[in-house]
């Protein structure tokens, strides 16, 4: 048993088929990992930067030539039917003219005396006319309002059924060409019943 005290503990572990670490990590292990990662990225990253400028350059070789024109400063805009440039601004240019126009009065044609006014001020016009209209029409039949517009026709109202046109006369004069044939649904002159 002394011989056991003497003896350090990592000579005990060797006998007994233990072994213990002296040492977490390695540094030098770790450094050399990460300086191979790092280089192969390197390597990889200037590889794809290659690639890219030279397939960027080998397609502007097969592109046609521009006009000398393309490069100057001067703005020249075609002859012709423009599109609109700014579609986005137009499409807002014109919202705020259509709001303006809805929500505000103003001259439609000054001389003949025409204006408009804001939407809301023309429906409550509208319904109050409407109203005074259909309080002093004691002709207007129940169940129906009166417009403006054309009259409309009453959802009660009999539907008039067709009445087919009837067959136009026979001609005088004696033709070598046979009669033509009575219209469909036509009873024939020499039909039975």
Do not use: C, N
């Not at 990225?41 to 030539?65: C, I, Y």
């Not at 087919?164 to 469909?184: G, M, Q």
């Amino acid at each position: 048993m002394t011989d056991l005290g003497k003896r350090d503990e990592s000579e005990l572990g060797d006998e007994v088929g233990l072994r213990f670490e002296r040492i977490d990590v390695e540094p030098a292990l770790v450094a050399r990992w990460a300086i191979g990662l790092g280089a192969v990225s390197v390597v990889f990253a200037a590889l794809a930067v290659w690639m890219l400028v030279f397939l960027r350059h080998r397609e502007e070789k097969q592109d046609p030539q521009r006009p000398a024109l393309f490069f100057s400063d001067e703005t020249r805009q075609p002859e012709g039917v423009r599109l609109q440039a700014t579609p986005f601004g137009d499409l807002h240019a014109l919202r705020e003219q259509e709001h303006r126009i809805l929500t505000t009065y103003g001259w439609v044609d000054q001389p003949s005396g025409v204006v408009h006014i804001p939407i809301e001020e023309a429906m409550r016009l509208y319904l109050s006319r409407q109203g005074a209209a259909a309080g002093t029409a004691a002709a207007v039949p129940a169940g129906r309002v009166p417009t403006d517009s054309a009259p409309v026709p009453s959802p009660m109202a009999p539907v008039e059924s067709a009445t087919p046109l009837p067959p136009p006369p026979a001609s005088p004069v004696p033709s070598d060409r046979p009669a033509p044939p009575p219209p469909h649904g036509a009873a024939s002159p020499g039909a039975r019943q």
